[in-house]
């Protein structure tokens, strides 16, 4: 409890609000100790009267770090337990020695509005689709505008942060399988775009809000970076600029790409548009982001 009072104490220092806000319990890693018993986990940690041990429902990711901690190739930092829709939740950070890939292959990533995510490593590749997404997020608009239209303003936001956690969990999908396709393959670097004409993408306004272009490319970018940094996979960002009008021989002109469909001027090379962006991103054609 001593460890909790430290934490709340050095919280509110910085804390500016005159109205009260819950502070939960914190747990450093002699308070707080994580047990495998049989194929379920529990962590047990103290209260005011004894020390309790309670079960968790892990996902199947999670157990892999759980275990790291358990064989002391992982190390446990401070855990929050908190309380959030009824449900208890625990915080557990952790600090681990990273060991960087020897493999020399380079993974290339675009991003863009038709299709979210396009992978390329030698001759494979990773596509993920926009449109069932594209289709979600319309359906969460039409309900905005019918919601906005009866003033019910807290249904609202309501449904805003529904739409964030399920986008979030769906960059988190897509950013295990995109890790887990570059360890499959021998990747070492992973490539990715600077972000900041992707939105130059769209052909117009109306296309925009048709499909996905207030997707969160950002934290998508993030969570890539941070799951192939974990994994020992280096991450590098390039400029973006031509990688979508450049073919293979060379040639760069606007007319070569139309819609998803790529088809050099010059040779006849044809190629899936995004494909031959990632292709093109993983060679860095045009440089390395300042």
Request: hydrophobic content about 40%.
């Given at each position: ?235 590098e960002w390039v400029n973006p600029t031509y990688t979508s009008q450049t073919c293979r021989c060379g040639h760069r002109e606007k007319a070569n790409r139309n819609g998803t469909h790529f088809q050099c001027q010059k040779c006849g ?17 045009s440089g390395f982001a300042a």
């Amino acid at each position: 409890m001593n460890q909790t009072i430290r934490e709340v104490k050095s919280q509110k220092k910085n804390q500016k609000a005159k109205t009260f806000q819950k502070r939960w319990c914190c747990f450093h890693n002699q308070n707080l100790k994580i047990e495998k018993k049989g194929d379920f986990y529990t962590v047990a940690f103290p209260t005011l009267e004894k020390k309790i041990g309670v079960p968790v429902v892990v996902r199947p990711y999670q157990q892999t770090w759980l275990d790291r901690i358990i064989d002391g190739t992982a190390k446990q930092g401070t855990a929050t337990l908190y309380k959030k829709k009824k449900k208890w939740y625990v915080a557990i950070p952790i600090t681990f020695e990273v060991k960087r890939r020897k493999e020399t292959k380079v993974m290339g990533i675009d991003l863009g509005l038709r299709y979210i995510a396009v992978a390329s490593v030698g001759t494979k590749s990773l596509f993920f689709k926009g449109n069932p997404c594209a289709f979600i997020r319309r359906r969460y608009a039409a309900l905005r505008r019918r919601l906005g239209k009866a003033k019910k303003l807290h249904m609202i936001r309501k449904i805003g942060d529904k739409e964030s956690r399920w986008m979030k969990d769906m960059n988190h999908k897509i950013s295990r399988q995109i890790v887990r396709f570059a360890l499959a393959n021998g990747v070492g670097v992973i490539r990715m775009e600077d972000l900041a004409g992707i939105w130059k993408r769209a052909a117009s306004a109306k296309e925009a809000g048709r499909s996905l272009h207030s997707w969160a490319f950002h934290q998508l970018q993030t969570m890539i970076a941070y799951k192939a940094e974990m994994a020992g996979i280096r991450v590098e960002w390039v400029n973006p600029t031509y990688t979508s009008q450049t073919c293979r021989c060379g040639h760069r002109e606007k007319a070569n790409r139309n819609g998803t469909h790529f088809q050099c001027q010059k040779c006849g090379y044809t190629i899936h548009a995004d494909l031959n962006g990632a292709i093109n991103i993983a060679k860095a054609i045009s440089g390395f982001a300042a």
